[in-house]
């Protein structure tokens, strides 16, 4: 499955953000809370490898300079639990693992949607209601889970831009 449809056209450092960000949405589906800076940032500590919240972010947004210290992305890959040529390596393909929960992430989002949805479209006709729920519960059908996950949002991230660059 090719990660980005289209994937070839993005810059190394939008690719290398891609990859991480799907990691990370991987594990909000697996555990229910995303991953803080701070949880990364103490098991790369443990392996040897420091890294600064700047450093993350810019990884994270695909700015910056491109972040290529093989070190680094193979500690990230051995903590997520992928294959280190994930970020390292110029393939497309995603780890099974990752392909396995792209679905149920998706339908998350789209329960998160539906919840966000009802709370403040309180104005809007019955039948945009009923039209915008339906189109959300086919989404949300496909993986029971995600409904309840969506009702527990999760805590902060502690991944807000750097204060100074």
């Not at 099974?96 to 479209?121: G, M, P, W, Y």
């Amino acid at each position: 499955m090719d990660e980005a449809g289209g994937g070839d056209m993005l810059s190394p450092q939008a690719q290398l953000a891609r990859r991480l960000n799907l990691l990370l949405d991987v594990v909000v589906a697996e555990r229910g809370k995303p991953v803080t800076f701070r949880e990364v940032q103490a098991e790369l500590e443990a392996r040897g490898i420091k890294l600064s919240r700047a450093r993350w972010f810019y990884m994270k947004e695909g700015t910056g300079r491109l972040v290529s210290d093989p070190a680094l992305l193979a500690e990230l890959c051995n903590i997520f639990n992928v294959d280190p040529s994930y970020l390292i390596g110029d393939s497309a393909d995603l780890p099974e693992r990752i392909d396995s929960q792209l679905e149920f992430v998706k339908s998350l989002r789209a329960a998160r949607v539906k919840t966000f949805a009802a709370r403040t479209l309180g104005d809007v006709s019955p039948e945009t209601l009923r039209a915008i729920s339906e189109y959300l519960n086919k989404d949300i059908d496909r993986h029971p889970g995600a409904e309840e996950a969506a009702a527990n949002p999760p805590e902060d991230t502690e991944d807000e831009p750097p204060a100074t660059p």
